[in-house]
């Protein structure tokens, strides 16, 4: 997060090509460089285009504090940018939009839909927007332990969460917790001026 409230984020993804082109940047490169050039999400979404080729693939979750969102999935070939669904946007570790092709890996590809698919039956079903849109509310969320789809994924599951985030842009805030959501405690960090 940068002290004008954009904030980014960002998941492995693995497509089926990924034929990287050289020289290109690293998407490692990319955080860094939004958050020293934008203020917002319009503004970054913009200067991301400019960065090409990227020879790498994943997906960039970008907010900011007026609540402006987006995805974008990129791949050396390919780019889509996904816009929030009722006021919400998720990622995984996969391509939601499905315009870009997954790598053959039908165990990876079912356990980050059924993540998603966790969150997504959560909010449609228990989250409220106005009582729950606070650290705890969503604490709950990354804490979750449902079935196939874990969101705080233990040893079993065949993947450890080992760290865990939450940023509120419009007040410049962000929690991390190192370790399991669900036996940690999230400490604040901030950009407020007054600390």
């Known amino acids: 997060m940068n002290e004008q409230g954009l904030c980014t984020a960002g998941t492995a993804a693995y497509p089926l090509h990924n034929d990287a082109v050289v020289p290109s940047f690293g998407s490692y490169l990319v955080p860094p460089l939004l958050l ?14 400019q960065f090409r080729p990227i020879c790498d693939s994943g997906n960039f979750l970008l907010c900011d504090a007026a609540g402006e969102m987006a995805v974008v999935e990129i791949t050396p070939a390919q780019r889509v940018v996904r816009k929030p669904d009722d006021d919400h946007l998720i ?3 996969f391509f939601a939009s499905g315009e870009i092709e997954h ?7 079912l356990e980050s ?3 998603c698919a966790t969150i997504q039956d959560y909010l449609a079903k228990e989250f ?4 729950d849109m606070t650290l705890d509310g969503i604490k709950r969320i ?3 332990h449902r079935g196939d789809g874990p969101v705080c994924r233990h040893e079993e599951t065949g993947v450890t969460t080992v760290l865990s985030w939450v940023a509120f842009p419009e007040t410049r805030e962000f929690y991390f917790c190192v370790g399991l959501p669900c036996e940690g405690e999230y400490e604040l960090y901030t950009l407020k001026e007054s600390q």
């Open 36 to 49: 020293s050039k934008c203020k917002d999400v319009p503004e970054a979404l913009d200067l991301l285009e």
């Open 128 to 131: 409220d927007r106005e009582s």
């Open 142 to 144: 990354l804490r979750l």
């Open 103 to 109: 790598r053959d890996n039908l165990k990876h590809l």
């Open 91 to 93: 990622a995984s570790t």
């Open 113 to 115: 839909q059924n993540r």
